[in-house]
């Protein structure tokens, strides 16, 4: 009788101790519910934020690209008329033709600024393609999240759709995207100003 009644001690010792362990795990899945929810709700935000950047930069980037190219073409018709007008001046008009080419050459140099800014402006791209690959991350994230809360039983039909929209989306992107990745070689720099020259 004895070994009967310490086997039931036992027993009912090990079913409080389960009874609190189950107890300990139900209040922490529930202790996690709210961060769980909480994180959910603002990897969205963060992914519209992202493309909100990405979208004001490239509309800001673009308008400087159209005015950049705009004075390059205005550029070029001063080029076209200094080219002119020393044509109008004798020739042993030295001060006036030294006064044109000098003029030409300041003009040359600042489309070849324009030409810099232009390249320079590539890091818009390399930052969309950066903030796409950050987008992408946690829309991977947002719908872990939600897999999760099925698993609790919390996830809602809005938030399985809105995983699904977002998978729908498809970004495009390099994840190595990288502005300072590109080297440009002393020859190609050397035959870009030998081309300016010869234009002029």
Not at 12 to 27: A, G, H, P, V, Y
Not at 88 to 104: A, G, W
Not at 160 to 182: F, I, M, N, T
């Amino acid at each position: 009788m004895s070994n009967t009644n310490t086997l039931q001690n036992k027993i009912q010792k090990e079913i409080t101790e389960l009874t609190r362990s189950i107890n300990t795990i139900i209040d922490n899945f529930k202790q996690l519910k709210n961060p769980l929810q909480e994180s959910k709700e603002k990897v969205p935000v963060a992914t519209n934020q992202l493309d909100k950047i990405s979208e004001q930069t490239e509309a800001a980037t673009n308008h400087m690209l159209d005015l950049i190219e705009k004075m390059s073409i205005r550029e070029d018709e001063v080029i076209s008329g200094l080219r002119e007008l020393r044509k109008l001046f004798p020739e042993n008009n030295e001060k006036m033709t030294r006064l044109l080419d000098i003029i030409i050459d300041k003009v040359n140099l600042n489309a070849n600024d324009a030409f810099t800014l232009m390249n320079a402006l590539q890091f818009q791209d390399i930052t969309s393609q950066q903030m796409n690959h950050a987008a992408a991350l946690l829309e991977e994230i947002e719908v872990k999240l939600i897999k999760i809360q099925e698993v609790f039983g919390t996830a809602t039909e809005s938030d399985l759709a809105g995983a699904v929209s977002h998978q729908k989306k498809g970004r495009v992107y390099d994840p190595h995207a990288d502005l300072y990745e590109k080297k440009t070689e002393q020859k190609d720099v050397d035959s870009l100003f030998n081309k300016v020259k010869t234009d002029s």
